[in-house]
């Protein structure tokens, strides 16, 4: 048996090489699972022994030996068990050798209004279990490292797509995205129902109210200043500017246009928030960060298969770009996955998003209803914010006591539109001359 260790692991030392390089791991992966899974070894290995053997020695974990972030042993342990966890799912999924039945997908995104706030109460009860153990944290802190690898350039979309993937395996439930368009479209988006303890919570100064209450975060206690700077999302520019486009470089920094740049419309919608949503290293410590992408993943799986439709393969649509760890075969820094795995159809294949509401149904919410007039579904407003003052000098104060607002924790996102009815107070000043857009 140790003889048949040594020689899977001889030879997958140079497939893994391979992987790295864009290699077909799938199939790696089965040549050394049907290794393990001959007659005569049957019983040498359990299921879950030879799957992790196999996956250990094809994901390029610790490659370079270089630790990521300031992370212990045992936290680097629980990452590398989600990639694992998440790598065996899609491998399992895409109906290997190895498992003889075929699963159906889990990862049913829906609006978290939809089902009248089901989807978002059972995320929300799954990062407070998280949150409690400590593990949303340790995968929150991820994002601290990779502000200059995934941000500013083509790595955007895929490799918070990768992000998603493991919250969401850590979960064990998926994430509802937040269409902040249907916020936009009211005449307060500040009033929606979303800032209030069903949903978000408050949405001025150190958050009380709601799941994520009294939350802390290494800046101090998680707290938001909505409707400061930047915008929502606007559907109809969304479908006009971003989603009339074909390759990926047009919806990209730094080659797409300000009104075609996804991550701008992204960047503004982290300002709106504001408080600690605004910052581009520690934003991840509020979990309606990723209600937030999960909505541009939505739009970017939208623009996936209208490239499919025009014949383009999404998998290979690669942006040339000199700018370190933004290379399809870079290391992701999510402990094991490369880059170009974010853009690859088996990942895509793992997840399904509710298609964005339509009227006169608007997912038949409570929370949301259909104006008959413009044709759009609105999210319905909550209670008014009797302490909506208070809140905003408390959150510049706890900005200013924290060195947030100085630029202690790394810039704010930088934006490349205001709405008109912000009212222009972020916490942190935005750099919007060190960024291009």
Known sequence: MVYLQVAVSLALAFQSHAWMNGGDFSKQFEEC???????????????????????????????????????????????????????????????????????????????????????????????????????????????ITVVPTAHFGPNFLRWHRLYLFILETALGCPIPYWDSSEDYVM???????????????????????????????PIGPLFRKINADGSLMDR?????????????????????????????????????????????????????????????????????????????????????????????????????????????HKLALQVQYQPLSQCPVCHGSKDKYCDNYRGVCVSRAAAPHTNAMEGILIADLMAKKSGLAEGAFGDAFPIFSRDPRTRGDPVQPVMEKKYKY
Not at 34 to 44: E, F, H, I
Not at 101 to 110: A, G, H, Q
Not at 313 to 320: G, I, L, M, R, S
Request: with cysteine; charged share 20%.
């Open 33 to 143: 699972t049907g290794v393990y899974n001959k007659p005569s070894d049957v019983n040498a290995l359990s299921m879950g022994g030879y799957e992790r053997q196999c996956t250990d020695l094809l994901i390029p974990l610790d490659s370079s030996h270089q630790r990521i972030g300031n992370f212990t042993d045992d936290q680097m342990g629980y990452i590398k068990s989600l990639v694992r966890k998440s790598f065996m799912e899609m491998l399992n999924n895409m109906g290997n050798r190895i498992k003889r039945t075929t699963k159906s997908v889990w990862r049913v995104r829906e609006e978290i209004k939809a089902r009248n706030g089901a989807p978002f109460q059972r995320y929300a009860e799954a990062v407070r279990r998280l949150k409690k153990s400590g593990e949303y944290d340790v995968i929150a802190q991820i994002h």
């Open 187 to 217: 005449k307060k988006p500040q009033d929606s129902v979303v800032w209030s303890p069903k949903y978000f919570g408050n949405g001025y100064g150190p958050v009380v109210t709601g799941p994520f209450a009294n939350f802390q975060t």
């Open 236 to 344: 109809y520019a969304i479908i006009k500017y971003v989603l009339s486009k074909r390759r990926v470089g047009d919806i990209s920094s730094p080659t797409a246009k300000p009104i075609s740049n996804m991550e701008g419309y992204h960047n503004n919608m982290h300002a709106w928030i504001n408080g600690l949503m605004a910052n581009l290293a520690y934003s991840a410590y509020d979990p309606v960060f990723f209600c937030l992408h999960s909505m541009i993943d939505n739009v970017y799986e939208i623009f996936r298969r209208q490239q499919v439709k025009a014949g383009i393969d999404p998998a290979t649509d690669f942006v040339k770009t000199g700018q370190k760890g933004q290379s399809p075969g870079d290391l992701s820094k999510i402990n094991g996955f490369i880059n170009r795995y974010g853009q690859s």
